[in-house]
């Protein structure tokens, strides 16, 4: 059987040879696999023209050292299997140096095992902690870890003396991630859990979560989804006239949220990246030049407000375009390079990765907003 | 006989050298996937165009193998060979038994069934947490072994995956033109006349359910095994519509109409990528216009077309079925 | 919160749910009861309802009341065209190529729909305010009145269409045996054509009413499509009250699901249900044991 699959190959390397000597000296190729379209496009559209003005803006300021960056970028519609078929393309066919992506936590744990025997570095926009826990040599991440918003969310109950949450979180991917670190750090906190339930993500009424919720000791609620449901879920809890403060995740950080939501919106609380208030934060703040450039930029590009998950893809294509700054542009070249970025102020947070470290943020990259007025404020 | 031989001989042929041609590109990854969704369309071929039974669920009993080998092999540290037969046979048990109230419904009552068990085993893929991983899915299963060759490349998966859907259609074609197979006919035109000939169509119904849901497990535990990474979204709703949607386009009671399905489908979106997002109108479309041209599917279209090409003459098309 | 209450309160959640699976699951079964087809791109109608008023409310700037008969008039003509280009030139397939083609169509409306307007979810503003209203410890909110009221009025429009006018009459004729109603000078085609046209309005309409209350976008169709069509089965594929019904227990059966036993598992509760009903009654809840339709 080895035989042959020795002849085979050789005889297709032959064949591919005269193929595939298209790529032009030069250029540097990135590849981006992100979910434009189906559920997550909530993702992956920003970050496809987030990742798509980065580049063309590195090209007019002059390339990475000279070279003209490209960028391929694929759909992967949310799904697993096109995500691995997708990175094998970007990998064999287009010969990316690094892959920006995927979108969702599923798709990059599908992805991963691919990237790995090839030895391509790839930076995943997902948030799923096990990502990079344990560390893979060539898999790193951007966007913040559930768990540092998690702990955000319970810093700030115990300021305010809460320990009896309810915790409402969406069956996919992003919720059952969220809901995982609930339940992993409520102890540590000193948090008591005495309501653990579950909305789908396509559900349209929530009152029946909410009835139960209201019936309980809870002093506090934690919503963890992405839109429509957490609007849904504060519409209806508006009806029901539910009195305790309800805190969201940082997956409907973006005014969407506050369009969609309306009245009831006001009042929450929520960790975000510092994206939204990037105009009230600080002078001192080392993230704040980042985030106002990329605010700017994204509103003249797309005519709409950039929001913290294109952000993900941003630190992305900056993080590599920095890697092949300091390792040149080979994978293994990017992949040494990243290890040993400190101090790097993204749209994310601060970034310090190392051996040990592939995600690279602490919580701080975090900031308690709360909703006032239908815009956002930092919460007291 | 010797016809359908010559044809199998082809198509195997045809699945040997295709690795010539496409071995290192990302090609190769695509073909493992086609093969695996071969199988399945094949699987529900069986069904469908033989029996005469229509299923919108049986992407459940594909994540059924999927998950079971997944979690034998992961958790328990099974062999996966064992795994995957274990799985096989679990699965065709199942279905053997729910086949027989199921299949006891009609038209639009067995569609809804059908769909509601998928959805109810798709519920549990994603609530079932400790054992599935839920929504997050189920990482780190291993690549299959078959003494010191690791099934861990495209090129090596491909003749993998490729062998079994050979089997699968050598096993199909025979049944198909076996008495059982006949049988299966009879129940497809005329269920009474069939029962008053004597052929017990319930329990036939059951039996092909049964062997129409073990073929899928099989293509689960594989896919598990190729992709080592599991995840419930790949095995939903949407899916079995799409497995019904390669059948009814390659067309319905051919063995390797299934398979032109499987490929058309499998490979449009890498030909409409050009279209960037206009590829999901195209690939509605596309639906349609097949449908209202080709009620036969592909592998009646397709001869019909080169004959019209070909100036009424009977053309070399029928080679191609 | 006493027991009651919250009984209550999931009550009533689920009954206005159910009426808009209620909508749908008729759409479904008027054109399955004209033509024996399976409509899948029931779903992409409701979403259409309210996809289109959000266009007219925002792009064009129209008032509430004209906004919304204006876009359910549209829905039906997207009705009246997938009729005429999809399963006109098919009359004599087979009704599982009649099952894809609306599905292709389902695609098709959807992927239509992402490219005109987003990807995006979108509020619809509330038909008259969003206070609470209370009621015996349960609150409801004015749409909920609406979405009640409204299905009540296309039940019962529904059922005087096809008791008391010629059309709904030969259509019913045409439900029972499409050649005698021909013999007897029924346009059968033209039957057909309505059929999808009233399946259309009434999908919208249900998408409509619904989405102050549960927002929308493109892809909201599939799940509604879904419950809707289960509404139909559990109803034995009547036009009428047992349909209605069905989309109530569902509805309901969610709610108290969601509330009493587990709100991941909630659908699986309705399924199993769902699977128990026919494997005990072949025919629908409601259907007589003799008249199986095939």
Not at chain 1, 7 to 21: E, K, W
Not at chain 1, 248 to 275: C, Q, T
Request: hydrophobic share 50%; charged share 15%.
């Amino acid at each position: 059987m080895k035989f042959r699959f020795k002849t085979l190959a050789s005889a297709a390397a032959l064949l591919l040879a005269t193929v595939s000597t298209s790529f032009a000296a030069g250029t540097i190729k990135i590849g981006g696999l992100f979910a434009v379209t189906g559920p997550p496009a909530f993702l992956g559209e920003p970050e496809r023209n987030t990742a798509k003005m980065v580049v063309d803006n590195i090209n007019k300021a002059g390339g990475i050292k000279g070279q003209k960056v490209e960028l391929v970028v694929y759909d992967t519609a949310g799904d697993a299997t096109k995500a691995v078929q997708m990175a094998t393309k970007l990998i064999k066919d287009d010969k990316v140096v690094a892959i920006i992506g995927p979108s969702t936590t599923g798709e990059t744990m599908a992805v991963i095992p691919v990237v790995e025997k090839e030895k391509i570095p790839l930076i995943s926009c997902a948030a799923g902690s096990k990502i990079t826990d344990p560390v893979k040599p060539y898999v790193f991440k951007t966007a913040q870890n559930d768990s540092l918003a998690v702990t955000k969310i319970y810093e700030y109950l115990q300021q305010h003396k809460q320990n009896k949450v309810a915790i409402l979180t969406v069956s996919d991917g992003f919720g059952a991630s969220g809901r995982e670190q609930l339940k992993a750090l409520a102890g540590k906190h000193g948090m008591q859990i005495v309501v653990d339930d579950t909305y789908g993500p396509k559900d349209t009424d929530m009152t029946s979560q909410l009835t139960k919720i209201r019936g309980s000791q809870a002093q506090a609620l934690i919503v963890w989804g992405t839109n429509p449901g957490p609007a849904v879920i504060a519409k209806n809890a508006k009806q029901l006239g539910l009195k305790m403060p309800l805190f969201m995740s940082h997956g409907v950080s973006s005014k969407k949220f506050i369009s969609l939501a309306g009245d009831a919106a006001e009042g929450i609380k929520l960790p975000s990246g510092k994206v939204i208030v990037s105009d009230v934060l600080p002078k001192n703040d080392p993230q704040k030049s980042a985030l106002l450039t990329y605010v700017k930029d994204y509103q003249s590009h797309y005519k709409v407000e950039g929001d913290h998950f294109g952000g993900h893809a941003w630190d992305g294509v900056m993080l590599v375009k920095t890697a092949i700054e300091k390792g040149g542009a080979t994978p293994e070249g990017i992949r040494n390079a990243l290890e040993g970025i400190k101090d790097f102020h993204g749209i994310g947070g601060t970034f310090n990765f190392s051996a040990n470290d592939h995600a690279g943020l602490t919580k701080d990259a975090f900031i308690m907003v709360e909703i006032r007025n239908k815009d956002w404020v930092i919460a007291k | 006989m010797k016809r359908e031989l010559i044809k199998f001989m082809l198509f195997a042929l045809c699945v040997l050298v295709a690795p010539l041609f496409f071995s290192g590109s990302y090609l190769m990854n695509v073909l493992v996937f086609v093969g695996i969704h071969t199988l399945l369309a094949v699987a529900l071929n069986l069904l469908l165009g033989y029996a005469g039974q229509i299923s919108l669920g049986h992407a459940a009993f594909f994540g059924l193998g999927a998950y079971g080998s997944g979690i034998l092999t992961t958790t328990f540290s099974w062999n996966p060979w064992l795994a995957m037969v274990t799985v096989a046979v679990i699965v065709a048990t199942m279905a053997f038994a729910i086949g027989f109230p199921i299949l006891k419904l009609k038209g639009h009552y067995l569609a809804m069934a059908t769909l509601g068990l998928g959805i109810i085993i798709f519920i549990v893929f994603n609530e079932w947490v400790d054992v599935t991983g839920g929504p997050s899915g189920f990482p780190g299963i291993p690549n299959l072994e078959l003494g010191t060759l690791v099934f861990d490349s495209d090129l090596k998966n491909y003749y993998l995956v490729w062998s079994f859907v050979l089997g699968c259609v050598l096993l199909s074609v025979n049944l198909a033109n076996s008495r059982i197979g006949r049988a299966f006919r009879a129940i497809h035109d005329a269920e009474t006349a069939a029962r008053v000939m004597g052929v017990n169509a319930r329990l036939l119904k059951v039996q092909v359910f049964a062997l129409s849901a073990m073929i899928c497990a099989i293509a689960g535990s594989l896919y598990a095994h190729v992709m080592t990474f599991i995840a419930p979204p790949s095995f939903g709703f949407n899916i079995s519509v799409e497995l019904l949607t390669m059948v009814v386009i390659g067309g319905l009671g051919s063995i390797y109409g299934s398979f032109l399905g499987a490929l058309l489908l499998t490979m449009l979106p890498e030909f409409l990528r050009f279209m960037h997002d206009y590829d999901i109108v195209f690939y509605g479309g596309l639906l349609m216009v097949m449908t209202i041209f080709m009620p036969g599917g592909l592998v009646r279209g397709i001869p019909e077309l080169f004959r019209k090409l070909a100036g009424l003459k009977k053309g070399k098309g029928d080679a191609h079925a | 919160m006493e027991l009651s209450h919250q009984l209550l309160q999931y009550l009533l959640s689920g009954l206005s749910t159910g009426a808009i699976y209620a909508l749908i699951g008729i759409g479904f079964s008027i054109i399955y009861n004209a033509t024996g087809i399976i409509n899948f791109a029931q779903g992409e109608f409701v979403m259409l309802g309210g996809m289109m008023t959000l266009f007219l409310l925002e792009a064009l700037h129209l008032p509430l009341w004209a906004a919304v008969p204006l876009a359910v008039c549209i829905v039906t003509l997207v009705g009246l065209g997938f009729e005429r280009l999809a399963i006109r030139p098919l009359r004599n397939a087979s009704p599982i190529s009649l099952v894809i083609i609306t599905i292709g169509g389902a695609i098709l409306i959807r992927g239509l729909a992402m490219l005109i307007w987003d990807k995006d979810t979108h509020a619809i503003p509330p038909f008259s305010g969003d206070e609470p209203i209370m009621l015996a410890g349960a609150t409801l909110l004015p749409q909920h009145l609406w979405i009640l009221g409204i299905t009540v009025v296309l039940i019962s429009l529904n059922k005087w269409f096809f008791n008391h006018t010629i059309s709904g009459k030969a259509m019913r004729a045409c439900s029972y045996n499409p050649r005698a109603a021909g013999l007897v000078g029924v346009d059968v085609r033209r039957m057909v054509l309505l059929s999808f046209m009233i399946s259309a309005a009434m999908g919208s309409l249900a998408g409509i009413i619904v989405a102050p209350l549960t927002m929308t976008a493109y892809d909201v169709g599939i799940m509604l499509g879904l419950k809707g069509f289960c509404a139909a089965i559990i109803g034995g594929m009547s036009s009428g009250l047992s349909t209605v019904i069905g989309g109530l227990i569902l509805g309901v059966l969610e709610s108290m699901g969601a509330g009493l036993i587990s709100s991941g598992y909630k659908d699986a509760i309705a399924f199993i249900i769902l699977l128990l009903i026919l494997f005990i009654r072949p025919q629908g809840l409601f259907g007589k044991p003799e008249s199986e339709r095939v």
